[in-house]
């Protein structure tokens, strides 16, 4: 299998995952919880580099977003090319794909930080993209004037701290596997 084909196919696998933990994660109030569809993102910017990191968390913020019942009837609603194009912009690319995007680049940052502990890297990652996910996230809400933004602000925090280590433990199991040496050479990665 050649490298392109390889990479198409595992940024594919990586994507689906990824869509699927998203939209299988738990909504509560106005906030997802046991979302855990970073490790898979974090992976992808890991084995696939920045520009794809960042490109399947594009992807699996926008799929995840016609899950959403209010933008399905959104998009039901809208006559015309340009109506459709103005939902989509306003309701499904916002500051909550700007924090999915994030995790996607996380990967990448994760190898250039180059700790002989693989451990460490993904700690000091995860927990600044899960602190900058909450802001942002929190600040969306506000723009979006949701009643929960400040008043659900102790529960997203609970959320994390909870969420975060389940993440980093998961992913450096899973990267560590897949570097493994008979896998890696299997997967050529």
Do not use: C
Not at 126 to 135: C, D, F, G, K, R
């Amino acid at each position: 299998m050649s490298n392109r084909t390889r990479n198409i196919t595992l940024a594919a696998v990586l994507a689906a995952l990824s869509i699927v933990l998203k939209v299988l994660s738990l909504q509560f109030e106005s906030f997802r919880i046991l979302n855990f569809s970073p490790i898979t993102l974090l992976m992808a910017g890991y084995f696939l580099g920045l520009k794809q990191g960042i490109l399947i968390a594009f992807l699996t913020d926008t799929v995840y977003a016609l899950f959403l019942p209010a933008n399905q009837t959104a998009l039901s609603q809208a006559e015309g090319f340009l109506e459709i194009a103005v939902v989509i912009a306003t309701n499904f690319w916002n500051l909550f794909t700007v924090s999915t995007i994030l995790w996607g680049a996380g990967g990448f940052f994760i190898k250039k930080i180059g700790f002989k502990h693989q451990l460490f890297a993904i700690m000091i990652v995860a927990a600044v993209i899960a602190l900058t996910e909450t802001s942002i996230n929190t600040i969306q809400m506000i723009i979006w004037k949701m009643p929960t933004a400040i008043p659900g602000l102790p529960l997203r925090i609970f959320n994390q701290l909870y969420r975060i280590p389940l993440i980093i433990i998961a992913t450096n199991e899973i990267m560590g596997r897949l570097e493994n040496k008979e896998l890696k050479e299997f997967l050529s990665l």
